[in-house]
């Protein structure tokens, strides 16, 4: 086990600095620059240009801009925000809560339906609920999440008026629990959508290998009520693989959603990346970047730890 | 394109330049009559009685589709972060939306007639306002002022603007509120920079180790202005609440909050539902307008702004050189469908690089009309004839450009292709190649390394009429420049006319040089002049004492002023 730990924990490592290098090089290399957006600003000079460039770093080789940047990082410095000037790792963890609140609820949701419409699925298969489920689960993945979102707003916000066009809580409001669940509901159900019918699809093929395997025809035979068979026996071991797949979902999770944060107005990290690329700033652009690999390596991990747990067939080498 | 807007907009004289409060009021009154009938009488007669409340009330949100994040306001900006400035900070004086100063930290702007400033321009005598004070409650002083001034002039500081300021010497602190200073020459455009220039505390930041980064400051920023900070949540919004001490008018809000949107539909939406108070920067979008003036208890109204919309030539390229080419592609812009078609008809036609509402503008320039057969001949009699495959020619450049701008933004994509439309009418050949901004405005455009472009542009200096950044031929910056002279212009004419016009006080003078300019840029055309801008602005029903101000980049210059109706 520590072995296998320590294996894992250093190829890990090999990889973030592959992901770092190529990160870094992809970025800089794009055209265009944080300077762009003050060029169109009366009064400020080609020396002034020149002055900000020097003040970032963007004047000396990219090498070596990448050098110091990775130096400073393991010394536990993430660096500073071009567009805000602040630290790097606090405007990271600055968004972290809207986002875990918002796909918190969504992953929530996809998995509790998600379950139950599979595991239904899959017991009536070919059923007309099986039927509409895989429909449903195919106009779901299909739907723009952008139009999805605008079409949400236009119905419950401005013609019904039942919830809020967006943001996270009431402007100027005093920000109470029910206020954050009242905005959350639309977004958390747009985005809940497409996940709802990516789990739904992956648990019914699941549940479909289970229920033919002989363990579910003795759990059967033994006389045990079909629904002791089904949510006991035959679902938990239909959500094994799902292990794997949640393991994926962990960057999702602390990610963000790029498109429903924007059609939201939700202050969350998906947003960040794009404000952040929008106006080329490197350190935080680089700062989300290895925050996501992290975690992406970690949900991996903690996937093939939580299957080991989980399913006693499986050994860690 | 319905024609009931077209004879509104444009009809005799431009009506986006008379917009007057009563305009407003009416505007909103009949959108209001059209939709609901129950709150309108109500709210017109109260609109026209209000009086500020006696202490500050309520709050208005302010929607913005970019996100304030510059906190220090001498270091280089965007214009959405001066809506928090104008609130958060003053200036020595503001510019009221005629163009005239109004005093702010001083007790009097100095003019040559009350001895402030000396008949030759260089002597400077301020006065400051005994009252004012920083939000921690410090009073503000004549030291302030001389550590803002060495501040922006300090060179390891990263002042977002120097030019005019650069040429202050000798400040010299008289007592807590008068300070004199000298200047190198006579800088007309001086009172209007200064009048955006945020002053910044000195007992806060003259510690700051990192005068770029000061963290403390820029995480609590402390202004004298009628708002006072309360906080930030990044990417979404920013607080502030009435301050106790302010030392002018107002203000007449409880809290003020800047609520950054960034899809510009979703903050239509916001305004549409109640949850913005204000649409901000680039308002509503043209598109929405005709739906926007029906909503209940709203003022939907355009207003104009000092941005110019013009088609810019890369001078520096062999097929822009002969002015017949330019002249033939002024010629052949069907303009009036551009105005029409894609901006639903809400900008103004012009022929100045000035915005119409400028002292110095000139409204006898010639008109433009939409001429191609004249456009034809032109290049014909200059000697372009067209080539194999109907691309005109002449000595070896073929006229064929690319032309440039955002890419992304829809409405400019569409006027491209009209242009390319029109002129490949009269045999040019353009191509559209467009970037994303990062890419559009870097390098590309700061080193003229496009060939022509589509580009939006304030070329004043705040409300003066400055434009030698743009225009003077030492400012190229692809020559080694100092400017913002992206086309390559060089008129020794020109030149001349922008250092009498910057050099002195004679606003009469000055107006005379700023007129002959105009004339020379008409006929030289290094940018052909499509439209002003005008914002569609959206107001609550009864949000009083919002006033356009084509003087600012910013409408939320006098939010201290704003307040509810009862």
Not at chain 1, 76 to 86: A, E, I, L, T
Not at chain 1, 160 to 169: A, F, K, Q, Y
Not at chain 1, 244 to 264: H, K, Q, Y
Not at chain 2, 179 to 205: D, G, M, N
Request: one cysteine or more; hydrophobic letters at 45%.
């Amino acid at each position: 086990m520590a072995n296998f730990l320590l294996g894992r924990l250093l190829q890990s490592l090999v990889l973030l600095l592959i992901v770092s290098v190529i990160g870094f090089a992809v970025l800089h290399l794009a055209p265009g620059g944080p300077l762009a957006q003050f060029a169109l600003i009366p009064g400020l000079t080609k020396e002034d240009l020149a002055r900000m460039a020097h003040e970032m770093g963007l004047d000396r080789p990219l090498p070596m801009q990448y050098w110091e940047w990775l130096t400073r990082l393991l010394g536990g410095d993430w660096g500073h925000s071009y567009r805000d000037n602040r630290p790097v790792l606090d405007v990271i963890t600055g968004r972290l809560p809207a986002t875990l609140e918002l796909m918190g609820a969504a992953i929530l949701i996809s998995v509790l339906a998600g379950a139950w419409i599979g595991v239904m699925g899959a017991i009536r298969r070919y059923s007309i609920f099986d039927m509409l489920a895989t429909i449903g689960a195919m106009v779901a993945l299909s739907i723009p999440t952008f139009w999805f979102g605008l079409i949400v707003i236009y119905i419950f916000s401005v013609h019904l008026g039942w919830l809020p066009p967006g943001n996270r809580t009431t402007v100027g409001g005093d920000g109470s629990f029910l206020d954050y669940l009242h905005h959350l509901i639309a977004p958390a159900a747009v985005l809940a959508l497409v996940e709802v019918a990516i789990w739904s699809r992956y648990i019914r093929a699941s549940m479909l290998d289970v229920v033919n395997q002989d363990y579910i025809r003795t759990a059967r035979a033994k006389g045990l009520p079909e629904r002791t068979v089904l949510w006991h026996h035959a679902l938990r071991n239909a959500l094994l693989p799902m292990i794997a797949l949640a393991g994926v979902e962990i960057p999702t999770l602390l990610g963000g959603a790029l498109v429903a944060e924007t059609v939201f107005t939700w202050p969350g990290m998906g947003r960040l990346l794009l404000d952040s690329l929008g106006y080329r700033d490197y350190p935080v652009v680089m700062g989300i970047l290895m925050f996501s690999a992290v975690l992406a390596l970690l949900g991996n991990l903690l996937a093939d730890l939580f299957a080991a747990v989980a399913d006693p067939r499986v050994r860690l080498a | 394109m319905n024609k009931d807007r077209k004879n509104e907009i444009t009809s005799n004289t431009n009506p986006l330049l008379t917009t007057t409060r009563r305009r407003l009021l009416a505007f909103g009154a009949s959108a209001g009559a059209l939709a609901w009938a129950g709150p309108k009488t109500g709210w017109i007669a109260s609109a026209e009685a209000a009086t500020p409340p006696s202490k500050p009330t309520g709050q208005a949100v302010i929607g913005l589709s970019q996100e304030p994040t510059v906190f220090l306001p001498l270091l280089a900006h965007i214009e959405v972060d001066e809506g928090v400035y104008f609130n958060l900070f003053s200036a020595l004086w503001r510019v009221d939306e005629k163009g005239a100063f109004q005093p702010d930290l001083v007790a009097e702007v100095p003019t040559v007639e009350n001895g402030g400033i000396s008949a030759d321009g260089l002597q400077w005598h301020l006065k400051l306002s005994p009252k004012a004070k920083w939000h921690d409650g410090t009073p503000f002083t004549a030291d302030d002022v001389k550590f803002n001034i060495e501040l922006i002039q300090n060179p390891k500081f990263l002042a977002g603007r120097r030019a005019g300021i650069d040429l202050i010497e000798d400040v010299k602190v008289v007592n807590p509120t008068e300070v004199t200073f000298k200047l190198k020459k006579a800088y007309a455009p001086l009172p209007s920079i200064l009048s955006w220039t945020f002053l910044v505390p000195k007992h806060l930041l003259e510690k700051a180790s990192d005068i770029n980064k000061p963290e403390d400051f820029l995480a609590h920023p402390v202004g004298t202005g009628a708002f006072k900070w309360v906080e930030r949540v990044p990417g979404d919004h920013i607080t502030l609440t009435a301050s106790d001490s302010y030392h002018g008018t107002g203000p007449y809000l409880e809290k003020l909050i800047f609520k950054y949107v960034p899809e510009l539909t979703v903050l239509y939406t916001q305004f549409q539902t109640g949850d913005v108070d204000y649409v901000g920067i680039q308002g509503i979008t043209p598109d929405h307008y005709d739906e926007a003036k029906t909503l209940a208890d709203r003022h939907v109204t355009p207003v104009p702004q000092p941005f110019i919309e013009n088609i810019a030539f890369n001078l520096g390229k062999p097929v822009f050189q002969d002015p017949a080419v330019r002249e033939a592609l002024y010629l052949a812009m069907d303009k009036q469908s551009v105005i029409e078609q894609i901006y639903y008809g809400l900008p103004s036609q012009t022929e100045s690089f000035l915005p119409k509402q400028s002292w110095a503008f000139n409204a006898d320039l010639p008109k433009h009309a939409y001429d191609p057969e004249k456009a034809k001949k032109l290049l014909d009699d200059a000697g372009w004839k067209p080539g194999g495959d109907g691309v005109r020619e002449k000595s070896g450049v073929r006229l064929e450009f690319t032309n440039s701008t955002t890419a992304g933004n829809h409405v400019r994509e569409q006027a491209q292709q009209l242009l390319q439309q029109n002129w490949a009418d009269i045999g040019a050949k353009m191509s559209i190649q467009n970037f994303p901004p990062a890419v559009m405005w870097g390098e590309n455009w700061t080193n003229s390394k496009f060939d022509s472009a589509m580009v939006g542009i304030d070329f004043m200096v705040g409300p003066d009429p400055d434009a030698t950044q743009y225009f003077a031929s030492t400012g190229i910056p692809a020559k080694g420049g100092g400017g913002d002279n992206t086309t390559q212009y060089a008129n020794a004419d020109v030149d001349k006319l922008l250092a009498e016009g910057a050099s002195t006080v004679d606003v009469a003078k000055r107006k005379a040089a700023y007129l002959k300019m105009q004339e020379l840029t008409r006929k030289d055309l290094p940018y052909l002049p499509i439209f002003q801008y005008a914002m569609v602005q959206g107001v609550k029903g009864k949000l009083e004492g919002f006033t356009p101000n084509v003087n600012v980049q910013e409408n939320c210059w006098n939010a201290c002023t704003w307040y509810w109706a009862s």
